[in-house]
């Protein structure tokens, strides 16, 4: 509804209440599963979290990688999508959650299958390969 109001016009606008709700992946097989979000607090420099999203972007899913980059996420993929039946019965593990101001991977999600420990191994392997050792990912075998 607006009013006249001297020379312009004012807009009365229902107030809309922010809400927060738990994200959810949808797997291309499957109906969407719950995630657990785990704060945490590893940092790197910039140029290490560059290459360590470089690694990623070179092995995405689509590629036959197990990644799939998006804005400050890297979200892990049970395997890749090399065939439709494989992107079919492909799931996410979780993801990474980076915050550039503050150079470091503030949030581990985990799919409602896999634990932080999982996470933390997919995350040696990929610092693995991009900085040629391991720094805060933790091998579970």
């Not at 097989?29 to 972007?57: C, N, P, W």
């Amino acid at each position: 509804m607006n009013q006249e109001r001297g020379h312009g016009q004012t807009w009365r606008v229902t107030p809309v209440l922010l809400c927060r709700i738990s994200l959810r992946y949808l797997s291309w097989g499957s109906e969407s599963v719950s995630t657990q979000m785990h704060h945490v607090d590893l940092r790197y420099t910039k140029e290490e979290l560059l290459l360590i999203f470089d690694q990623a972007t070179q092995e995405d899913v689509d590629r036959g990688g197990h990644y799939d980059c998006r804005g400050g996420a890297i979200h892990i993929w049970s395997h890749p999508w090399t065939t439709v039946a494989a992107r079919y019965d492909s799931a996410t593990i979780g993801a990474l959650y980076v915050n550039w101001l503050e150079e470091r991977i503030d949030r581990i999600e985990t799919d409602a299958s896999f634990d932080l420990a999982d996470l933390l191994h997919e995350l040696a392997i990929l610092e693995d390969k991009a900085l040629g050792e391991t720094k805060h990912g933790v091998y579970r075998w």
